[in-house]
T-cell receptor, first 111, second 115 residues
Framework: QKEVEQNSGPLSVPEGAIASLNCTYS??????FFWYRQYSGKSPELIMS????GDKEDGRFTAQLNKASQYVSLLIRDSQPSDSATYLC???????????FGTGTRLTIIP | DAGVIQSPRHEVTEMGQEVTLRCKPI?????LFWYRQTMMRGLELLIY????????DSGMPEDRFSAKMPNASFSTLKIQPSEPRDSAVYFC?????????????FGEGSWLTVV
């Protein structure tokens, strides 16, 4: 079992709709959870971080964390073509700075 | 503030040659990470340093790979001898540590092709 699992996609969503990206992790000691966006040929950039159960909203983005189910998700509202990218889920363990990444979900927003 | 700076941005080299990748972390960040990204394996952590000391090098694939951090503002990743399977994007990243929730910030990457 991979430490961090994501559906590789591609996930296609019409412009203006909600894109839902999912991630599961295997280590119950995981403490911090991150979503990074990576455009083709570019480096990953941080979108959201979440540390406690529940929802965290930032603009059009909402991160959701459920530690009991070992599940973290990212919702993108009012999807725009500029949201087309690969989204990487990352987690780290309490007391450990090492971030473990999933393989990413490729999202395409269809105009 | 300047971000993480990596060089070279692109390198094409012949099998057997030595490759040295360089990284300057964000000033004030005390942790530095080297990641490798390929289509097949995604982003893999090779090694990370805290306060210039290697903490976890379990991801270093084999003895051909070595990394150093002689001071807080510079790190190198060396591959000797290089092989075609080393072709990948190598990212350096830095973090201010736990106070930032362990958020890490990536450089632009070094695109390595070994022919």
């Amino acid at each position: 079992q991979k430490e961090v699992e994501q559906n590789s996609g591609p996930l296609s969503v019409p412009e203006g709709a909600i894109a839902s990206l999912n991630c599961t992790y295997s280590d119950r000691g995981s403490q911090s959870f991150f979503w990074y966006r990576q455009y083709s040929g570019k480096s990953p950039e941080l979108i959201m971080s979440i540390y406690s159960n529940g929802d965290k909203e930032d603009g059009r983005f909402t991160a959701q964390l459920n530690k009991a189910s070992q599940y973290v998700s990212l919702l993108i509202r009012d999807s725009q073509p500029s949201d087309s990218a690969t989204y990487l889920c990352a987690v780290n363990r309490y007391g450990n700075e090492k971030l473990t990444f999933g393989t990413g979900t490729r999202l395409t927003i269809i105009p | 503030d300047a971000g993480v700076i990596q060089s070279p941005r692109h390198e094409v080299t012949e099998m057997g040659q030595e490759v040295t990748l360089r990284c300057k972390p964000i000033s004030g960040h005390n942790s530095l990470f080297w990641y490798r990204q390929t289509m097949m394996r995604g982003l893999e952590l090779l090694i990370y340093f805290n306060n210039n000391v290697p903490i976890d090098d379990s991801g270093m694939p084999e003895d051909r790979f070595s990394a150093k951090m002689p001071n807080a503002s510079f790190s190198t990743l060396k591959i000797q001898p290089s092989e075609p399977r080393d072709s990948a994007v190598y990212f350096c990243a830095s973090s201010p540590g736990a106070l930032s929730g362990n958020t890490i910030y990536f450089g632009e990457g070094s695109w390595l092709t070994v022919v």
